[in-house]
């Protein structure tokens, strides 16, 4: 999130994390960190469409069906053929023919299927790889996320330490230890804020006291 966010409001018992609002303050500066590219570089890849993994039931019934189709067209024909074998009946010649051909039919549609069935494995296989890839990628973006967040945290935490022994009404010492009122105060002095942030914990005698102090534009509530 923009450091902004995280410092809109400033008020007695507002929560505040700490290191995310560190890290928008750096980034607020125009920090950069060592993994920056790598970072926009991981967030490229995962932005490519993310295929389904394809389901295989219907491809699988396909071939069954087709299996059964195709064993009853042969059945049918070493019926007839026997039947031809033992009788000059054109008409069951001619029946044998037909159940031939249909036997050809149902060879072509079984083997239609198979390869249907083994394409859409293929496919399934290839999704699945490419999910994994992006799990892969996203575990790889995440860390990558955390260095450049220390990174940046490390950067601004300095000026944040001294800028909560300089904040008025606070009594902490460093960054980490003062009230969550003086914290976001440190951080909104420390980063670079366009926004107006309203203030409503009365550290400063007017407005203009609380800009020259932040830095920034200020609603005095």
Request: hydrophobic share 40%; glycine share 4%.
């Amino acid at each position: 999130m923009r450091l902004y966010e995280y410092v809109r409001i400033i008020a007695p018992g507002m929560a505040l994390d700490r290191r995310e609002a560190l890290a928008a303050a750096a980034r607020s500066r125009g920090v950069e960190t060592s993994v920056d590219e790598e970072i926009e570089s991981i967030r490229r890849r995962l932005s490519d469409h993310e295929a389904s993994v394809p389901t295989l039931s219907d491809a699988r019934r396909r071939v069954a069906e087709t299996e059964a189709a195709l064993e009853e067209r042969r059945e049918r024909v070493a019926t007839l053929r026997g039947r031809v074998q033992a009788s000059d009946d054109d008409a069951v010649t001619d029946e044998y023919r037909t159940a031939i051909r249909e036997l050809s039919e149902a060879e072509t549609e079984h083997l239609a299927a198979t390869e249907a069935l083994e394409d859409a494995r293929s496919r399934a296989r290839s999704a699945r790889d490419e999910r994994d890839r992006r799990l892969r990628l996203q575990d790889r973006l995440e860390n990558r996320r955390r260095e450049a967040r220390v990174e940046l945290v490390e950067s601004v935490r300095p000026a944040a330490d001294e800028a909560v022994v300089s904040a008025p009404g606070g009594d902490g010492r460093t960054f980490a230890d003062a009230d969550s009122v003086t914290a976001a105060l440190a951080v909104a002095r420390v980063g670079t804020v366009h926004a107006p942030v309203a203030l409503a914990c009365r550290r400063f005698s007017d407005a203009a006291e609380a800009t020259a102090w932040l830095e920034a534009p200020v609603y005095w509530l």
